[in-house]
């Protein structure tokens, strides 16, 4: 857990406190939001580059807060409650300066064409840094929503387990006008829309269950029933039972308005039996035509078009949701505490690699996770030689994780394996507390003594190659075939004249 919120220091924007443990981070993105006149220092960067993203800023710190406020003896028993307290409020208070007024809310910063042609340390973050905002006429009903959600959560998590009423009643002022903006901004519609240019890295589909989310945790941390009834409303209105059954992450918070809404308004059936259907599918159908999952050999849940890339993540995301539910329905305690279990021993070392998934905490630990600071290196063009192996150890750090076949190759350029970012993190911070707040056994890395076994990435021949390949032989055969027509009787299409005359005797 310490290594966990020690990667979230790794990750901090703008002028870092006399506190910080990372000795090779140093005060940067001094400069944000002049361009528009605001201040949008602080906050974290996104993943292994230097852009910041509300979005899965948002979700992250929702879902941290939630995994806190459930298990908040798992840091207290870990010392670590002083940690988590500067964690979140360090994204808390950026997400306040994001929304200068009731009516506009700062999306992003960082232009990507820029940054990501950019590797090396945070002391040389290319420029211009613009600033992205979505308003009353531009409008970000998902990210606004989903922003009021973390606040209000983080309200909850001040106010009733960090015993500070102050900021509570701050971040509860902040929620509130975000909620105001994201409800009532016509007509509503997902932020992409606004801002074409987030749609490749973060696009999201729709804004129904970000809306519904946020009521919900509005309610919780206000306890006023308006909120609840409108979250039903929404359920009903969005027709959310009737989602086909996916995965929760930064895009999607639908599985979380099932299990969130069993928990707080249990009299209403809809949500529990919406919660154990999807779980039971996700968990209980994996590998059969009813769900979008599976197993891979070694038990990671895998599902198809979530999985390919960051596998982690949905293990992750559904196992939290597992241990969130089970405290609510006991025929289904065991089940799902299984599965969760499983999940987290797999990622921590019970698996074919041998390998815990978290960097710094064990030998067979990933070596090159894909992070511009961490790396020590400035050859965008080699970033996996230059250096060969990371400079700087980035403790803590969770990364994308392994392939279908349980393999994991430690490449730093391949993104999908060894990419790191706030929402890996945030799941697990929860998975962890929870491990010592039911006192689980030490994890398997710690009897791991075998280094990890070698495996090597087969070559595979790219799409376009291979057309390419196709291309020339029918080409091929099809000259040869010209060829033959027009000189008949070569030795290529027939029998060569005189060879079947009969012989004189």
Known sequence: ??????????????????????????????????DNGVDLTGGYYDAGDYLKFTLPLSYSLNILTWGAITWFDGYQKANQVSYLHD??????DWI???????????????????????????????TPRPSYQVNRTAVGTDAVAISAAALASASYLFRNNLNDTNYADTLLSGASSLFNLADTAQPRDVYTNAIPAIADYYATNNYTSQLTFAALWMYKATGNETYRRKASDYFDQFNLAKSSVGIMDWSDQTNGVYVLGAELDANNTKYATAAKNMLDTLISDAGSSDSPCSYTNGGLLWCDGYSTENSLVPAQDTALLALLYSRLDRSKSDKYTQFAQKQITYMLGDNYMLTPYVCGIHMNSPHNPHHAGASGGTDISNINSSPPEEKYVLH?????GPDKEDKFYD???????????????????????????VGASDPPYVSITQPRPYVRRGFKMPGWLIAVIIICVIFAVGLTAYICWWKRGCGLCGKKRGYDKAVAV
């Open 96 to 126: 306040l300066k994001a929304h200068p007024n009731a009516d506009t809310f700062y999306v992003q910063v960082g232009d990507g064409n820029i940054d990501n042609n950019y590797w090396g340390p945070d002391t040389n973050i290319p």
């Open 411 to 437: 490449i730093r350029n391949d993104y999908a394996q060894t990419e790191v970012a706030l929402d890996y993190n945030a799941p697990f911070q929860g998975l962890v507390a929870y491990q010592l707040s």
């Open 1 to 34: 857990m310490n290594a966990s919120l020690w990667f979230y220091e790794a990750q901090r924007s703008g002028k870092l406190p006399s506190s910080n443990r990372v000795s090779w981070r140093t005060d940067s993105g001094l400069e944000d939001g002049q």
């Open 396 to 400: 803590g750090a969770v990364v994308g």
């Open 87 to 92: 964690m979140i409020k360090w994204g808390t």
